[in-house]
């Protein structure tokens, strides 16, 4: 296969002997590198290469100024907008930043095009005059302002134009303008030169004009990079622009163009692969390598649609991918110490004495922090265990003595909102990680790139007095950070070639694999990030949509022009702004198929592999006994008991293995800790009545103290969270209310002519459960919330705060309620009344809940029944009963404590 650069140079050589003395001007300094490869690989003997530069540097070298780096014409640019008196309200620094790069833009846009700046911001303020039309008379202060804004625009573009010159630097349009304005000059110095233009497609006014001019020495060429199938379709958008150049350049009226050649349609294996999701398309990409020859390899090229792919595709190339170059380099911001100084900017944007504990967390649990602080999980387990939603700096230097106090310091304490501080707390954190162990050479190479950019914000700092803030840095350092890159090393000329699109001009491949030729991708989406409306564009000839889908088409084909194997690969899955809509050029390419041309299309569908979920099992070893014995002799509890029921697994892990669950900050007041809350409230207004009847007094005064008990009861349980504001707030008074509507249930009883006396209130209790079969002591345990008497009835009653039913308390078959998780609160209202009936023999009792959530249906009792439709109910606990609960606990104890049942994880 003879490449667009091989046969460029073929072509030059024919028709001149000595190219030494020709500047060569490529479309970027890749396709420079290329070109001199090739030249030395065609060259038999030693000569000197002739000049080859990028349009780029051309364009410098025209108008003898430097393109300026974006991020100091923020600064200049800042300098030229407060230089500018016809705006009178100035924004600050950190809110310039947010749009003068559109605006920017838009400058950049009007200066390569060539466009008369005075008549264009004439333009622009008639529009934005016309979108803030005024019924009334008097237009607000706010749009006087914002139009006054825009009348300004054309003092602010020379003061910037102004001041940027004196300096012999500018913005890229700006230089573009400069040398179009330069270029009659360059030709009387340089007009016998030899000019050759390489592989251009859209060129802006400012090229056209210079590429005009030079044209017309005599002494320069151009060489398009084109097709002949694609330029003789006059409804083809591919060759757009070629046509538009032949048709209104005066040079093509008296000369022809350079033959194209007819590449595309010739014998080419087409692949359209639909795949599900980004990975599918990185393994299937590893799959296709997998099956290519050395050779083949280096024939290869895998184009990025979406270069965030680049890692995933690095992480998918097989073993038989020796040597790889990667024309693009892997962001910076993708490493994980840059996100860690993100962190640290949000903490210290709006920094306050009381820290909030997402962001200490955030940084804690930052990978990098461990290095810096390698006990930091126990920092994280205090704050976590305190319930500090808010800590101070103070605070966290109590919290763990032990804790590095210069780390802390630089982590959490205030930097003053002094863009100096922030600074050095930077320096001396990257300054102490490079200091430390087992760093490899691409985290070197990422703390030595964070370092260089935080230099150059230093640098900045020192020359221009506008970044006083915290904020000032953050922008900085985000917009540095989205510029920077980490580059691979590899062999330019040999290997799999990875690229990005832009990177593939003038460069030609024998196969080709394209990756996310998605529409929204390939093409990319209309997107109008300027202030020039389409209007406006179409009135002075700027490119709208239309022309940036035409650059797109160019690239697309021009990539398939000598390529004969090609893989095009889209993913079909609809997922957030990805609709899995495959890209228009793949459907053009299915309505203009040509005869050479197979067309295969390939859907790859993940191999899903359909097991059946195998519940997991776990042998009782000694082990597991001997904790099951401890248990049982200390007593199991009603919710150990139920938890077994749930999960077998569940009660290994939570009572066998003692597994709790982590403990994390409750910003919200948890449903248990609201339940804990209400249950020891109730115990410390309760208590003090054991053995006394209720009256109306008692209860009364009651409720005169329920708000002081209350916030007693959040601050024992809740710590150092704060309920006085939010949602919280609600939750305490909640909380309030249950107990009074709880006290007014009980007033209402009395009223109601009814006796209550107060026995016991949260008694731990215990019984014995005599297990012939099993040889050692076993007991159950647990805290009774309630014993009273009702009317002279014993009642053992739990408190729940959730919502319980009636029906939840009713049973008709005994064999089946230690199978159900349903009947759990049967289980421990009877394990209750059992404990009781230890302590003293009872004839009849009756067992339940109050449920705070359910309070209008009053005290909900157990009771049994004969069949599921039976209305009649026996609320009764006798003996019997007691009997057949103990049957069926005694089972289901014997069922835990058998070393020949394992634990066998339940579905849920």
């Known amino acids: 296969m003879l490449t667009f650069l091989e046969e460029t140079i073929n072509h030059i050589r024919n028709n001149h002997k000595d190219i030494s003395t020709a500047t060569i001007i490529l479309p970027s300094k890749r396709a420079g590198g290329f070109l001199k490869n090739y030249l030395r690989k065609s060259t038999a003997t030693t000569q000197f290469a002739p000049k080859i530069i990028s349009i780029e540097e051309f364009i410098e070298e025209l108008s003898d100024l430097k393109i300026i780096d974006p991020t100091e014409l923020l600064f200049k640019s800042y300098t030229a907008y407060l230089n500018t008196n016809t705006i009178e309200e100035k924004d600050s620094f950190d809110v310039y930043v947010t749009w003068i790069s559109t605006l920017i833009g838009d400058f950049n846009e009007m200066d390569r095009y060539l466009i008369p700046p005075a008549s264009f911001f004439s333009y622009l303020k008639g529009i934005q005059d016309i979108n803030h039309w005024y019924v009334k008379d008097e237009k607000t202060e706010l749009i006087e302002n914002y139009l006054k804004f825009w009348a300004s625009l054309p003092q602010f573009y020379d003061h910037l134009k102004n001041l940027l010159l004196k300096d012999n630097i500018g913005y890229q349009g700006l230089v573009y303008r400069e040398a179009a304005e330069s270029i009659e000059h360059y030709i009387s110095v340089n007009g016998q030169r030899r000019h050759i233009f390489i592989g251009f497609n859209a060129l802006n006014n400012a090229e056209q004009t210079i590429v005009q001019e030079l044209l017309e020495t005599g002494h320069t060429s151009v060489y398009w990079d084109a097709d002949a199938h694609f330029y003789n379709d006059n409804s083809h958008s591919a060759s757009y622009f070629l046509r538009k150049y032949t048709q209104e350049w005066k040079y093509y ?349 390939v859907s790859v569908n993940p191999k899903i592999n359909i097991q059946k979920n195998t519940l997991q099992s776990i042998n009782k070893t000694e082990a597991v006994i001997t904790r099951l014995k401890e248990i049982a002799g200390k007593g199991f509890s009603p919710s150990a008991l139920t938890s077994y029921i749930r999960n077998p697994l569940d009660f290994y892990y939570q009572k066998i293995l003692q597994i709790s669950e982590f403990k994390e900050v409750e910003e919200i007041v948890a449903a248990n800790t609201l339940g804990t809350i209400v249950h020891d409230a109730l115990e410390a207004l309760y208590k003090p009545l054991e053995g006394s009847l209720l009256d109306k007094d008692i209860l009364t005064n009651m409720k005169k103290k329920v708000e002081e008990e209350v916030t007693i009861q959040f601050q024992k349980t809740y710590k150092k969270g704060s309920f006085k504001r939010g949602k919280n707030l609600i939750i305490f008074e909640v909380a309030k209310r249950y107990i009074l509507n709880f006290i007014n249930f009980e007033l209402d009883e009395l009223n109601n002519g009814n006796q209550i006396k107060i026995i016991k209130i949260e008694s731990n209790l215990s019984a014995d459960i005599n297990i012939p079969s099993l040889n050692f002591p076993v007991k159950i345990r647990g805290k009774i919330d309630r014993l009273d008497e009702y009317n002279g009835q014993l009642r053992i009653v739990d408190y729940k705060t959730g919502l319980v039913q009636q029906g939840e308390l009713e049973l008709v078959d005994w064999s089946i309620i230690t199978s159900d998780k349903k009947y759990s609160k049967i289980i421990q209202v009877l394990a209750y009344v059992l404990m009781i009936n230890q302590e003293r023999k009872i004839e009849t009792v009756e067992g339940g809940i109050i449920s705070f959530k359910n309070l209008k249906n009053g005290f909900l009792k157990f009771a049994t029944k004969e069949s599921a439709r039976s209305r009649t109910k026996d609320f009764n606990i006798t003996q019997e009963t007691l009997s057949l609960f103990t049957e069926e606990l005694s089972n289901l104890i014997i069922e835990i404590c058998d070393a020949e049942i394992p634990f066998t994880e339940k579905e849920l």
């Open 253 to 601: 009226e008296n000369h022809q163009m350079n033959e194209l050649s007819n590449n595309f349609q010739k014998k080419k294996n087409i692949q359209f692969v639909e795949i599900q999701k980004n990975i599918g398309q990185v393994k299937y990409v590893g799959e296709i390598l997998s099956n290519l020859s050395d050779d083949e390899i280096n024939k290869t090229a895998i184009i990025l649609g979406d270069e965030k792919l680049i890692l995933p595709i690095i992480h998918s190339l097989p073993p038989n991918v020796s040597n790889v170059n990667l024309t693009m380099g892997v962001s910076l911001k993708t490493f994980p110490v840059v996100r860690l100084f993100e962190l640290l900017f949000t903490l210290q944007e709006k920094y306050s004495d009381q820290l909030y504990y997402k962001q200490v967390l955030a940084i804690l649990n930052h990978p990098v922090v461990s290095r810096l602080l390698p006990n930091s999980k126990q920092l994280i387990h205090i704050i976590s265990t305190q319930n500090s939603s808010y800590i101070s700096f103070e605070e966290m230097l109590k919290l763990d003595p032990e804790s590095d106090l210069e780390v802390l310091n630089l982590l959490f304490a205030s930097w003053k909102n002094t863009s100096a501080n922030a600074l050095n707390s930077c320096f001396k954190i990257i300054s102490i990680l490079k200091n430390g162990s087992n760093l490899n050479q691409i985290e070197k190479v990422v703390l030595f790139e964070l370092h260089t950019n935080f230099k150059k914000i230093k640098s900045l700092l020192s020359s221009y007095n506008y970044i006083q803030t915290i904020t000032s840095i953050r922008n900085l350092y985000a917009e540095l950070i989205s510029k920077s890159s980490i580059d691979f090393k590899g062999d330019a000329y040999n290997g799999l070639q990875i690229m990005g699109v832009l990177e593939t001009r003038l460069l030609d491949f024998k196969n080709l694999i394209i990756v996310s030729v998605n529409e929204g991708i390939f093409p990319s989406g209309k997107s109008n990030n300027s202030y020039i409306t389409y209007d406006l564009k179409k009135q002075f000839g700027l490119p709208s949509f239309a022309e940036k889908d035409a650059i797109y088409t160019y690239h697309f084909y021009r990539l398939l022009h000598r390529s004969e194997r090609i893989f095009l690969l889209y993913n079909n899955f609809s997922e957030g702004l990805n609709t899995g809509e495959k890209s228009r050029f793949l459907s053009q390419l299915e309505v203009d198929q040509l005869a050479n041309h197979t067309l295969e299309k």
